[in-house]
Nanobody, 125 residues
Framework: EVQLVESGGGLVQAGGSLRLSCVASEITFDEYTIGWFRQVPGKEREGVSSISITDGSTDYADSVKGRFTISTDNAKNTVYLQMNNLRPDDAADYYC??????????????????WGQGTQVTVSS
């Protein structure tokens, strides 16, 4: 069973940066998408960014373009989300997720099958 463990969340002032990490294990297939999502209480889970392991293509929500960067370290089975110029409305629980093989996940949560437990990001104004 695929396991995902996020880390790197915390408290940061507006304008600051954080780097989230997601370590993946037990992935036995090659062609899939890894995504980062976020959720605040009372709201739907929102796609933030994704990267295709198949071809390296990336996708970003309009609200984070130019501020967030997704990347992978295949040797460490880790995907990162570098978040710069954070704003109070970026505060949320952040989750990484993996799609089933050959599924192009994009920023759509229900295209992803495996989810981590989440890491909390708090941004003070």
């Amino acid at each position: 069973e695929v396991q995902l463990v996020e880390s790197g969340g915390g408290l940061v002032q507006a304008g600051g940066s954080l780097r989230l990490s997601c370590v993946a294990s037990e992935i036995t297939f090659d062609e899939y998408t890894i995504g980062w999502f976020r959720q605040v209480p009372g709201k739907e889970r929102e796609g933030v960014s994704s990267i295709s392991i198949t071809d390296g293509s990336t996708d970003y929500a309009d609200s984070v373009k130019g501020r967030f960067t997704i990347s992978t370290d295949n040797a460490k089975n880790t995907v990162y989300l570098q978040m710069n110029n954070l704003r109070p409305d970026d505060a949320a629980d952040y989750y990484c997720a993996v799609s089933r093989p050959f599924v192009v996940g994009g920023l759509i949560p229900n295209r992803y099958t495996y989810w981590g437990q989440g890491t909390q990001v708090t941004v003070s104004s």
